[in-house]
């Protein structure tokens, strides 16, 4: 007699189901350790979009040289506008 309960899998359902996890798992870790590697970088001070200011995510709390000079131009630019 077979005691199964009628659910049973392929050798091949199981290997495209340890994939597809395998490969959802890697991809996890990957987008992981890119957060923990840019949270470093904002808290270190340094720059994590190579020097594009104005398209950067945090530009309005950055502190750094090069985008506090950005800020200059930008107030200056809109104070002649007004």
Do not use: H
């Not at 077979?2 to 340890?18: C, D, W």
């Not at 340094?46 to 090069?66: A, H, K, T, W």
Request: proline share 1%; aromatic share 4%.
């Amino acid at each position: 007699m077979n005691n199964y309960s009628g659910k049973t899998q392929s050798r091949r359902q199981l290997l495209a189901g340890v994939l597809r996890y395998a490969t959802l798992g890697t991809f996890g870790v990957v987008g992981g350790s890119a957060v923990a590697k840019r949270r470093k970088l904002v808290r270190e001070g340094n720059c994590i979009n190579n020097g594009i200011c104005r398209c950067c995510e945090v530009f309005d709390e950055c502190g750094l040289p090069q985008a506090l000079s950005v800020k200059q131009v930008l107030a200056r630019i809109d104070d002649g506008r007004k």
